[in-house]
């Protein structure tokens, strides 16, 4: 049984490109969470998606979005690139139609993307 | 709203030493609490949660215990390993549709 799998698992960007990351969920979940981890630093919650639907949002600017895929899917772009958005991208799944966190309380993580802005 | 505050480390034991680290949160009622575990060049994963105040968590020989009095979750292990180097989150939830606050992070180093 196949975990969350993310790619690419390292990528190098110049200030003001675009970059998109890719996320597969763990078999039999349907939410998807994206977190950005800086060096040094815990999670920092992005947004969730839920039937193809931004559920929630984090404090982060409209220069990162996404957008989930009929097969759960998930993909996180981020525009007009900062040096400041240099960071670990953590996709993390869940099942909510089997209750989700408020039953295992569990987020299963992928192994991250890691982003560096030149 | 939810947070957590976690010692900062790096913390840096010998082999079959005692390890606890620290964790404190502020929160409405009474959430779930959780240690999550990072290690080298891997995501993160659930090591132990606690769902109620007075709740022992334990896992791998680690264990926490949610205490309301002290608003504290501190994780302990009697005896770590090499195997235990790692870094170490404090998380409880912010809402019911699994949103997490993440402490900072502390990053443990065991020796031989």
């Known amino acids: 049984d196949a975990g969350v799998t993310q790619s690419p698992t390292h990528l190098i960007k110049t200030r003001g490109q675009q970059v998109t990351l890719r996320c597969s969920p763990k078999s039999g979940h349907d939410t998807v969470s994206w977190y950005q981890q800086a060096l040094g630093q815990g999670p920092q919650f992005i947004f969730q998606y839920y039937e193809e639907e931004e559920r929630q949002r984090g404090n982060f600017p409209d220069r990162f979005s996404g957008h989930q895929f009929p097969n759960y899917s998930s993909e996180l772009n981020v525009n007009a690139l900062l040096l400041g958005d240099s960071a670990l991208y953590l996709c993390?799944?869940?099942?909510?139609?089997?209750?989700?966190?408020?039953?295992?309380?569990?987020?299963?993580f992928g192994e991250g993307s890691r982003l560096t802005v030149l | 709203g939810n947070s957590v505050t976690q010692m900062e480390g790096p913390v840096t034991l010998s082999e079959e030493a005692f390890l606890t680290i620290n964790c404190t949160y502020t929160?409405?009622?009474?959430?779930?609490l959780f240690w999550y575990v990072q290690y080298p060049g891997e995501g993160l994963q659930l090591l132990l949660k606690?769902?109620?105040?007075?709740d022992k968590g334990s896992n791998k020989g680690f264990e926490a215990t949610y205490r309301k009095e002290t608003t504290s979750f501190h994780l302990e292990k009697g005896s770590v390993q090499v195997s235990d180097s790692a870094v170490y989150f404090c998380?409880?939830?912010?809402?019911?549709?699994?949103?997490?606050?993440f402490g900072a992070g502390t990053q443990v180093v065991v020796t031989p």
């Open positions: 929160a409405t009622g009474y959430p779930s």
């Open positions: 993390a799944s869940s099942p909510w139609r089997a209750g989700g966190m408020r039953d295992t309380g569990e987020l299963f």
């Open positions: 998380a409880l939830p912010t809402d019911s549709w699994g949103k997490l606050q």
């Open positions: 606690a769902t109620k105040a007075d």
